[in-house]
């Protein structure tokens, strides 16, 4: 499987909808890739939260409409990151999509862990209530899905486990001041798990906080596969699902569980 993580700077002049139209461009070019990952909040930034209801928008508006159609065109599936969701009764949230390579979407997440304590996103969007996986195709890996904020809880990567997840999407709009937690909690995951996390963060400033970018694929061993700098780039890297069986097989930690294991069914 290849995987490009496309690292997008957030730039103060330029508008949503110009990021939104070169977004879709650069998914096109990845047409040689099985999967593509955007960052979180990559329309508006993650910080910004002044335009956060400005910006939002429904499950089917023009962010949606522009990555179904680039997913279509690439034939990849795609993680188009995170847009702020109005929903139908005016919620706001922080929600994922992701759409099959017909460009039909197939789940939405919902963040569940809102950063700012007591302010900022947690104090304008509402949580997600429920763990989300998707099945990257017939016979393809199954991937969860968690967001930005979201990797400092590992309870929520279990229960991604236990409901079959071989690897983890994770948009973010990571702050560069904790750049190195970013790296730790990616490899942890990855560690803890025996599964692959390919965590794509943003680029650029976000209401004046500098974006950590680094970007980053970890193997199911906790190894880095791959690293992008700090700057906006696609990190395109190839991965062999096969190898979480394997590492599971071979060292088999989780079978050792002893505490939270789901009951049988």
């Not at 999509?97 to 304590?117: E, M, N, S, T």
């Not at 486990?161 to 730790?184: I, K, N, Q, T």
Request: with cysteine; hydrophobic share 45%; glycine share 8%.
């Amino acid at each position: 499987m290849r995987a490009a993580l496309l690292q997008i700077a957030v730039r103060p002049d330029e508008t949503v909808t110009a990021r939104r139209t070169r977004a879709a461009a650069l998914v096109r070019e990845q047409h040689a890739a099985d999967l593509v990952i955007l960052p979180e909040l990559w329309t508006v930034g993650a910080f910004s939260f002044d335009a956060f209801h400005d910006h939002a928008e429904p499950l089917d508006g023009p962010t949606a409409h522009a990555m179904s159609r680039a997913a279509a065109s690439a034939q990849v599936w795609l993680h188009a990151g995170s847009i702020i969701e109005r929903g139908p009764d005016g919620t706001l949230y922080n929600t994922s999509l992701v759409f099959a390579p017909d460009g039909a979407p197939q789940r939405r997440y919902r963040k569940i862990h809102r950063f700012g304590f007591d302010r900022g996103e947690a104090a304008l969007l509402a949580r997600g209530e429920e763990t989300v996986t998707v099945a990257l195709g017939e016979g393809g890996p199954t991937a969860g899905l968690a967001t930005c904020y979201d990797l400092r809880f590992p309870e929520q990567f279990r229960a991604l486990v236990d409901a079959g997840a071989e690897m983890f999407l994770v948009p973010a709009g990571w702050p560069a001041a904790r750049r190195a937690h970013w790296s730790l909690l990616a490899r942890a995951r990855a560690v803890e798990s025996q599964a692959y996390v390919l965590a794509c963060g943003t680029a650029g400033t976000h209401a004046g906080v500098e974006q950590a970018g680094h970007s980053v694929v970890v193997d199911p061993w906790g190894e880095v596969v791959a690293e992008a700098g700090s700057g906006e780039e696609a990190l395109v890297v190839d991965l062999d699902p096969a190898l979480v069986t394997r590492t599971r097989a071979d060292f088999p930690t989780l079978r050792d569980r002893v505490l939270g294991v789901p009951a049988p069914r």
